[in-house]
């Protein structure tokens, strides 16, 4: 029962996942592009988390998940910074 | 009995959690503007991965592992409302002037 709603969940994330693509590639401003890849990274942090709770090999898959959350964390604050000031530093 | 009721409830949580992100990317698809778009994602996104992360640690068997995920969602409640309001903050004052920038 709970292999099946984990593999449910991780489809249904990945689905997600496509459609939020879609605001990514139309997205008529740069703005739209960094807030739909954000949550592109949260859901990826999400879907990583659960396939190390599929294959029973959770404590790796999280250390990956959290540097993931990391990067897209940096992504985003230097993506703003560059809209906000013409320059990232 | 005991182990069930955790596995109920676990499943309650990730279905708690799909549907915050689907309401999520519901307003990313279909709101008109980049600050609207903004307030659904950020507050489903943060929602949906904080309550799907709780009932991944109804699964989990060691407590090392409960708090690694305790970790990882104090770390989002922070990270993701920081990093949407720098980014609001860098479209408004970019779309000062014009009211219209952006829209589709």
Do not use: Q
């Not at chain 1, 292999?3 to 990514?24: E, I, K, M, P």
């Not at chain 1, 401003?29 to 942090?45: Q, S």
């Not at chain 2, 309401?23 to 799907?52: N, S």
Request: with cysteine; charged share 15%.
């Amino acid at each position: 029962m709970v292999l099946t709603a984990l593999l449910v969940s991780c489809l249904v994330l990945v689905l997600l996942t496509f459609a939020a693509l879609y605001r990514a590639v139309v997205g008529p401003t740069p703005a739209d592009r960094v807030v739909a890849i954000n949550v592109i990274g949260t859901k990826t942090m999400v879907v990583l988390i659960l396939i190390g709770f599929i294959f029973h090999e959770a404590p790796f898959y999280i250390d990956v998940a959290m540097v993931y959350a990391l990067i897209s964390f940096l992504l985003t604050i230097g993506v703003a910074r560059y809209l906000e000031k013409g320059t990232i530093v | 009995m005991l182990n069930l009721l955790a596995e109920i409830i676990g499943i309650a949580f990730l279905l708690a959690g799909l549907f915050f992100f689907a309401a999520g990317t519901l307003g990313l698809i279909r709101f008109p503007d980049v600050l609207t778009r903004m307030h659904a994602t950020t507050k489903c996104d943060t929602l949906g991965a904080g309550l799907i992360l709780v009932g991944l640690m109804f699964f989990s068997d060691s407590v090392y592992l409960m708090l690694k995920l305790a970790v990882i969602i104090v770390f989002l409640w922070i990270a993701n409302p920081t990093a949407a309001h720098y980014m609001a903050r860098a479209v408004y004052r970019n779309e000062r002037g014009d009211d219209h920038v952006g829209r589709d």
